[in-house]
């Protein structure tokens, strides 16, 4: 059984920054791609960075030159470095992965961590 766990949301003011980081752990052969999510009261879940494994990147336009995505396959996290954060950028951020374990390979989720950028 794979588990993810987010941490680093919180509340920050608009233009300031943080760091959300996602740990896999559990009985893994390989993690492929990984990628962090977002999903704002009422709306949809909608991606906001991924990274495969060879560091190749893709964001959505949204986050473009403000969020920065990266992994450290040795210790199967991934990050999402936010800066410049808009009040647009309020959401539960979750950490999705593909990953081939025991079981196969599947996409997981985690848990979910929720960002607020107020003044």
């Known amino acids: 059984q794979v588990q993810l766990v987010e941490s680093g949301g919180g509340l920050v003011q608009p233009g300031g920054s943080l760091r959300l980081s996602c740990a896999a752990s559990g009985s893994i052969f390989v993690i492929h791609a990984m990628g962090w999510y977002r999903q704002a009261p009422g709306e949809e879940r909608d991606l906001v960075a991924a990274?495969?494994?060879?560091?190749?990147?893709n964001y959505a336009d949204s986050v473009k030159g403000r969020f920065t995505i990266s992994r450290d396959n040795a210790k199967n996290t991934v990050y999402l470095q936010m800066n410049s954060l808009k009040p647009e950028d309020t959401a539960v951020y979750y950490c999705?992965?593909?990953?081939?374990?025991?079981?196969?390979?599947?996409?997981?989720w985690g848990q979910g961590t929720e960002v607020t950028v107020s003044s």
């Open positions: 999705n992965t593909d990953i081939t374990d025991v079981a196969g390979r599947r996409r997981s």
């Open positions: 990274i495969t494994r060879a560091g190749n990147t």
